[in-house]
Nanobody, 124 residues
Framework: QVQLVESGGGLVQAGGSLRLSCVASGRTFSTLTMGWFRQAPGKEREFVAAIIRSIGNTYYADAVKGRYTISRDNNKNTVYLQMNSLKPEDTAVYYC?????????????????WGQGTQVTVSS
């Protein structure tokens, strides 16, 4: 069983930045593909970014490409999401997810473990 704990959410003005963190426990972190998803009120949970286990390739949703950066520190069992140039439409609860699968995991159904979520609010 993998436990995930996110932190770093908050309120920021449009154009600002935030960095989310997610600490994993319960399994060797380097063997996990990690992803970030978000869910805005009244909308489905959507893919944001993923970083593949072992090789570290990264993938992004078109809506965040060029503004967000996903990274991982295997020594700290932590995955990060650096969010720059934030927009009001980025407002959502952001979830960290983990999967033992290898590959470009862009669908939430491919992730087995989820954090509790952290709120990000971008004011205009």
């Amino acid at each position: 069983q993998v436990q995930l704990v996110e932190s770093g959410g908050g309120l920021v003005q449009a154009g600002g930045s935030l960095r989310l963190s997610c600490v994993a426990s319960g399994r060797t972190f380097s063997t996990l593909t990690m992803g970030w998803f978000r869910q805005a009120p009244g909308k489905e949970r959507e893919f944001v970014a993923a970083i593949i286990r072992s090789i570290g390739n990264t993938y992004y949703a078109d809506a965040v490409k060029g503004r967000y950066t996903i990274s991982r520190d295997n020594n700290k069992n932590t995955v990060y999401l650096q969010m720059n140039s934030l927009k009001p439409e980025d407002t959502a609860v952001y979830y960290c997810a983990a999967s033992p699968r290898f590959g470009a995991l862009l669908s939430r159904i491919l992730y087995d473990y989820w954090g509790q979520g952290t709120q990000v609010t971008v004011s205009s």
